[in-house]
């Protein structure tokens, strides 16, 4: 097999070898291909995680390894936001624009991953997602993307390059539910079931105030249509999460690239360098009253998971902004970009909650699924049957 020639006007891929890596060839993904955030460590294939600065060797992937023995072929590796700390897909080779609408972002920090999916250059492709970073570029690029709950054993996250151990995972990136299901059941063994929706009680979770128009109404008809199905949608209350996120995740990636900060030029970009200076900075009484308050989070949203079989919020504030915007337009006025992204995803990576961001009813606008820990198979069980719906 050799690598299709296509151009790469998005520079959404990192490395491109001559030849894949070629899977069994009859694995249950044989005849697929997917490509690998360059945060996964590949034998023989370089890793830069985007960025001009030294990052640690995180070793071999286990997860690529298993997906080459199930039959899928490894085509290459795609740039993401620098280290992964953003959710635009800025980085130090120039960053990475949106598949179809140029001079606009394609979200991060899997922004190769999702690029490369949405042109169809590969079947499904690897990212991780600490804060939103397989939903965010998934929902902007009009695909589906999996965040698997935390530490699922199907989605290894050795030999991936950290930002965040507590919020880091690992899931797919796919143009459909199927083959979403498909790289699941391959890995699991297991079998997933399509769920039509009928009876089940959905929370709806769509703050006053933090999306514009057209993503409060495509959301809003995604409602409409699990109702059609014979679901029971109420609107429920959920507090922003980042004065737990961000000292965490912050302090936790200062940690991962201490060997880098304590060079005279580290060769990150000025944001990246200024994130992880914070995360330096932060004193353990801090950290540990995050923690705290995480599992303050962690309780409200098991307790809420009680009530209700999935949760249905907005997986982004807006549509696809321009490269270089600060600040975004939604209904509590100017806020920024990265504020308004984080708040809306980053609480299901933080808590680990199972998450599928499926493209809704407006192009480049995506809906997220949330389901209950370790209920993967019965989310996208739903996800598969609502495919095409919204």
């Not at 070898?17 to 997917?34: D, E, H, I, K």
């Not at 991060?108 to 690897?126: E, N, P, Y």
């Not at 507090?239 to 005279?264: G, K, Q």
Request: negative net charge; hydrophobic residues 40%.
């Amino acid at each position: 097999m050799t690598v299709p020639e296509f151009s790469d006007l998005q520079r959404a891929w990192a490395y491109r070898p001559a030849s894949p890596l070629t899977g069994a060839a009859t694995g249950p993904l044989s005849g697929l291909t997917f490509s690998v955030k360059d945060l996964f460590g590949m034998p023989g294939w370089p890793l830069a995680a985007s960025t001009r600065a030294r990052v640690p060797d995180p070793g071999e992937s286990v997860l690529v390894r298993r997906l080459l023995k199930l039959g899928a072929s490894a085509m290459g590796k795609t740039h993401l936001h620098e280290v992964a700390l953003g959710i635009t897909g800025n980085n130090g080779f120039s960053g990475t624009e949106h598949p179809t609408l140029p001079g606009r972002v394609p979200g991060g920090s899997s922004s190769g991953a999702a690029v490369t999916v949405a042109l169809g250059q590969v079947d499904f492709a690897l990212g991780t997602d600490t804060g939103g970073s397989i939903r965010v570029p998934a929902a902007w690029c009009g695909v589906v993307g999996y965040k698997p709950t935390k530490d699922h054993p199907a989605w290894s996250t050795e030999g991936v390059l950290p930002l965040s151990p507590t919020c880091d995972h690992a899931g797919p990136l796919a143009r459909d539910v199927a083959t979403v299901v498909r790289v699941q059941e391959a890995l699991t063994g297991g079998k997933v079931d399509a769920e039509n929706g009928a009876g089940i009680k959905v929370g709806l979770w769509l703050p006053e105030g933090w999306v514009d128009a057209e993503v409060r109404e495509a959301t809003r008809t995604f409602a409409r249509g699990l109702e059609s199905r014979g679901a029971t949608v109420e609107a429920v209350p959920f507090p922003e999460v980042l004065d737990a996120y961000s000292p965490i995740v912050l302090s936790e990636a200062a940690r991962v690239h201490a060997e880098a900060l304590a060079d005279e030029d580290p060769g990150f970009l000025p944001f990246t360098l200024a994130s992880l200076r914070q995360g330096q900075a932060l004193g353990q009484a801090e950290v540990d009253a995050a923690f705290a308050r995480r599992a303050a989070y962690r309780a409200q949203l098991d307790e809420l998971l009680t009530r209700f079989d999935v949760l249905l919020a907005p997986a982004v504030p807006t549509p696809p902004p321009l490269i270089g915007q600060d600040e975004v337009e939604i209904g509590e006025g100017n806020v920024p970009l990265r504020r308004a992204v984080l708040r809306l995803t980053a609480p299901f990576s933080l808590l680990g909650a199972p998450t599928v961001a499926l493209p809704s009813t407006t192009p480049f606008v995506g809906v997220q699924l949330v389901g209950r820990h370790g209920e993967d198979d019965r989310l996208l069980g739903l996800a598969l049957a609502l495919e095409g719906e919204a």
